[in-house]
T-cell receptor
C-alpha cells in the first residue's frame, strides 16, 4: 500500500522568503512522486514529478523538490515566494504497478504575505 | 487539445435526485480517473478506467454511485439518489498508460485534471 503525509495544512510565508512544503511517503515499491498545485476554483496542475531519474527535480514557476529515499521524503521548495504562489499544494505518490492511480496527501495551503 | 473537459462546472440539486457528472478525457489517453475532493477527506480516488474498462472501483463510496465509460472520449459518474454528504468537488483526470512501464522513465507520467464539478446537494 502507498500513502502520503503532508506536514502542515497551512503554511504562511512573506513575499521573497523561502517556501518549504513537506511531504513524506510510504511505498513498498519504488515510488513515482508528484507535486500538484490547485488555485481557487481550479483543477490540479502538475508542478513537478520524480520518476526514478534525477533526485533533484525542477518544475514550473521556480519550484523544485528533492527525492530522499533514506528519509522517504519529497519536500517542495522555492527560494523566493511570490504573491502568485498562494494556492493549495498536493503531494501524490504512485508507482509502475499502480496504473496511474495517484494517492494524494491532504494538501497544504500556502499563504504569501506582502 | 482543450484538456480534460468536465460538465457541468456547478450543480445544485435536491436530496434524492439523480445527478450525472460528465467527463471528456484528452484524446489518446487510455486511463481515466474520477476523484472526489472534500474538506474532511481531501482528494480520494473513486474509480479508474483503462481502455474504457473499470479497473479499480474500490473507492466508490456505495451503491448509489456508478461510473461508466461507453467509449474512449466520454465518461459519466452518476449518483442516485443523491444525499447532502455527497456535496464535494468531483474531478476527472486522464493519462497515457505509461505508468505500467517501469523502465520507460522519460515517458510522460502525468495525469491531467479537469476543472472539476462542484456538486451541492441540499
Amino acid at each position: 500500500a502507498q500513502s502520503v503525509t503532508q506536514l502542515g495544512s497551512h503554511v504562511s510565508v512573506s513575499e521573497g522568503a523561502l517556501v518549504l512544503l513537506r511531504c513524506n511517503y510510504s511505498s513498498s515499491v519504488p515510488p513515482y512522486l508528484f507535486w500538484y498545485v490547485q488555485y481557487p476554483n481550479q483543477g490540479l496542475q502538475l508542478l513537478l514529478k520524480y520518476t526514478s531519474a534525477a533526485t533533484l527535480v525542477k518544475g514550473i514557476n521556480g519550484f523544485e523538490a528533492e527525492f530522499k529515499k533514506s528519509e522517504t521524503s519529497f519536500h517542495l521548495t522555492k527560494p523566493s515566494a511570490h504573491m502568485s504562489d498562494a494556492a493549495e499544494y498536493f503531494c501524490a505518490v504512485s508507482s509502475y504497478n499502480q496504473g496511474g492511480k495517484l494517492i494524494f496527501g491532504q494538501g497544504t495551503e500556502l499563504s504569501v504575505k506582502p | 487539445d482543450a484538456g480534460v473537459i468536465q460538465s457541468p462546472r456547478h450543480e445544485v440539486t435536491e436530496m434524492g435526485q439523480e445527478v450525472t457528472l460528465r467527463c471528456k478525457p484528452i484524446s489518446g489517453h487510455d486511463y481515466l480517473f474520477w476523484y472526489r475532493q472534500t474538506m474532511m477527506r481531501g482528494l480520494e480516488l473513486l474509480i479508474y478506467f483503462n481502455n474504457n474498462v473499470p479497473i479499480d472501483d474500490s473507492g466508490m463510496p456505495e451503491d448509489r454511485f456508478s461510473a461508466k465509460m461507453p467509449n474512449a472520449s466520454f465518461s459519466t459518474l452518476k449518483i442516485q439518489p443523491s444525499e447532502p454528504r455527497d456535496s464535494a468537488v468531483y474531478f476527472c483526470a486522464s493519462a497515457q498508460g505509461v505508468f505500467l512501464i517501469k523502465a520507460v522513465e522519460d515517458r510522460d507520467t502525468e495525469a491531467f485534471f479537469g476543472q472539476g464539478t462542484r456538486l451541492t446537494v441540499v
